[in-house]
């Protein structure tokens, strides 16, 4: 009886052994970023339009399993936030009416999952994987100054959307402003201090996404033009592991 009862005893500090070995190679923690965001449109090469950045945030939950002292693979969940901007000017066939500035500014909000294989160099790691996307939700600001006449007009819109689906839909069942689910790929370098505190630097760029803009006609007639396009982010992070 005492034989087995000491039995019993090595098998189970064995095996709190074993898992604390295991849950020593796994490491959790959290990052926040400042994030620059842009659009790629195949359009933008072929129309004056200048391309600018939006400034945006993403808060992450990491974790992480070295299956080596100098490799690992991550996952994150993030929500972050995305977008771009646009302005150019329209020009018309008519002498009362002069060039009219145009600009567009996108805020759109995604749940971001990159699965990220690590190399570790003395603190310092490569890092490269996929990532999936999906937006869930965002805001479309449009601003139009025209001058007719010598009179000047400004318009200025939002469309607000929630799953993709746009407050303009009465005009347009099937209008969706683009993918709600997109695939891409991230790469960067991080560095990790001994006490888990960790800075990074990535930049993600989407595979798969489509834009999508409203097109307005005379008399309250509506259609959509689709746009290839790719999300592009550079984030700057700050994060603790442990």
Known sequence: MARNFKILIVAALLTLA???????????????????????LVQDTSRNIQRNSVVGFNV??????????????GLEV??????????????????????????????TFHLNIPILYRYYINGFALEAGPQVSICFGG?????????IHEETMVFDTN?????????????????KLWNRITFGATAGVSYTLDNGLM???????????????????????YRSETYKSHHSVV???LGLKI
């Open 139 to 147: 805001k479309r600001y449009f601003h139009r100054e025209q001058t």
């Open 199 to 221: 800075f990074g630097i990535r930049y993600t760029y989407d595979f798969n996404n489509s834009f999508n803009e409203m097109i307005e006609y005379e008399y309250e007639k």
């Open 78 to 107: 993030m929500f972050a936030m995305q977008g771009f901007k646009r302005s150019w000017v329209s020009t018309y066939d008519h002498p009362a009416v002069i060039p009219t500035i145009e600009n567009t500014t996108c805020r």
């Open 60 to 73: 992450a939950a990491m974790a992480e399993y070295l299956f080596r002292d100098d490799m690992s693979v």
């Open 18 to 40: 074993s898992g604390s070995g295991l849950m020593a190679q796994f490491k959790f923690g959290g990052k926040v970023s400042g994030t620059v965001n842009n659009m790629f």
């Open 159 to 175: 469309y607000v959307f929630s799953g993709t689906e746009t407050d303009m839909q009465k005009y347009l069942s099937d209008f």
């Open 235 to 237: 984030q700057i992070s």
